[in-house]
T-cell receptor, first 108, second 113 residues
Framework: KNEVEQSPQNLTAQEGEFITINCSYSVGISALHWLQQHPGGGIVSLFMLSSGKKKHGRLIATINIQEKHSSLHITASHPRDSAVYIC??????????FGKGTKLTVNP | DAGITQSPRHKVTETGTPVTLRCHQTENHRYMYWYRQDPGHGLRLIHYSYGVKDTDKGEVSDGYSVSRSKTEDFLLTLESATSSQTSVYFCAIKRQGRDSPLHFGNGTRLTVT
């Protein structure tokens, strides 16, 4: 069974800071997903990656397959980035195992 | 946005009553999932479907059943609701393959009193 661990659980930053959220998983995967959930809101997919790095605007996701580790970076953070960020490991069966999430608060 | 609709959005029910939650998609995606989200646990898989009439259990399936008689609809039934099933329920859909993202519905907040 795949175990997915995220760190930190909670993160508070000042506007403009560089943010890093980490995700580790225990067994091999076919893809790693990063999701975002705003307070009281729905869940949206940010990235899926199986190798290397992806970038979308101020968000960057990286994955190291050998180390079973992925990171989500936010550059020039803004209060609207405040949300819960969730990573999920996808196995070959199309089932995903989710981390418990990282709650990010960006203060102005 | 992917066309995925959950109903109802909110429901309050009494212990012991049956409850059915509906997930409807317009994307013709093969995979459909029901998750529950509780504080301290993150998202946990209840059941999922990999095609019409093809379903399988997730990690927290006890007390829940599902049906998928059409590609577009995936129903989650609580046969006899208990207070421990008070939660936010999310449906998600996905195409097959590692390059296919998950698309989530807006969630159903269920309270069992």
């Amino acid at each position: 069974k795949n175990e997915v661990e995220q760190s930190p659980q909670n993160l508070t930053a000042q506007e403009g800071e560089f943010i890093t959220i980490n995700c580790s998983y225990s067994v091999g995967i076919s893809a790693l997903h990063w999701l975002q959930q705003h307070p009281g809101g729905g869940i949206v997919s940010l990235f899926m990656l199986s190798s290397g790095k992806k970038k979308h605007g101020r968000l960057i996701a990286t994955i190291n397959i050998q180390e079973k580790h992925s990171s989500l970076h936010i550059t020039a953070s803004h209060p609207r980035d405040s949300a819960v960020y969730i990573c999920a490991a996808q196995g070959g069966s199309e089932k995903l195992v989710f981390g418990k999430g990282t709650k990010l608060t960006v203060n102005p | 946005d992917a066309g995925i609709t959950q109903s109802p959005r909110h429901k309050v029910t009494e212990t012991g009553t049956p409850v059915t939650l509906r997930c409807h998609q317009t994307e013709n995606h093969r995979y459909m999932y029901w998750y529950r989200q509780d504080p301290g646990h993150g998202l946990r898989l209840i059941h999922y479907s990999y095609g019409v009439k093809d379903t399988d259990k997730g990690e927290v399936s006890d007390g829940y059943s599902v049906s998928r008689s059409k590609t577009e609809d995936f129903l989650l039934t609580l046969e006899s609701a208990t207070s421990s099933q008070t939660s936010v329920y999310f449906c998600a859909i996905k195409r097959q393959g590692r390059d296919s993202p998950l698309h989530f519905g807006n969630g159903t907040r269920l309270t069992v009193t």
